[in-house]
């Protein structure tokens, strides 16, 4: 599966953004989807991932009541609003897939990664 990441840009800190992922080549059937982002100088780190039917959603607890991940099966496509933006969340976000369908929080056992869209928030 190839995995395309856009939507990021400039905003001010306390706007939002939407992210899309678009995924392409293979079926999106019970695949758990992620988002993951990497700031300047630090290691990539988990932001949020959502299982197939959209039932099980986690969050780092640093984006926790700001960020919102969903997805539309029928679109092969996920999404991760972000509300009150903070200068701490500028970074390039990711997304991932995960063949099977157990929701993790580990980098490691995500694949397929997009080439990432930047995110930088202004203060």
């Known amino acids: 599966v190839q995995l395309q990441a856009s939507g990021g840009g400039l905003v001010q800190a306390g706007g939002s953004l939407r992210l899309s992922c678009a995924a392409s080549g293979r079926t999106f059937n019970n695949y758990v989807m992620g988002w993951f982002r990497q700031a300047p100088g630090k290691e990539r780190e988990f932001v949020a991932s959502?299982?197939?039917?959209?039932?099980?959603?986690y969050y780092a607890d640093s984006v926790k009541g700001r960020f919102t991940i969903s997805r539309d099966n029928a679109k092969n496509t996920m999404y991760l609003q972000m509300n009150s933006l903070k200068p701490e969340d500028t970074a390039i976000y990711y997304c991932a897939v995960r063949i099977s369908n157990i929701p993790t929080m580990s980098l490691a056992d995500f694949g397929s990664w997009g080439q990432g869209t930047q995110v930088t928030v202004s203060s």
């Open positions: 959502i299982s197939y039917r959209g039932g099980i959603l």
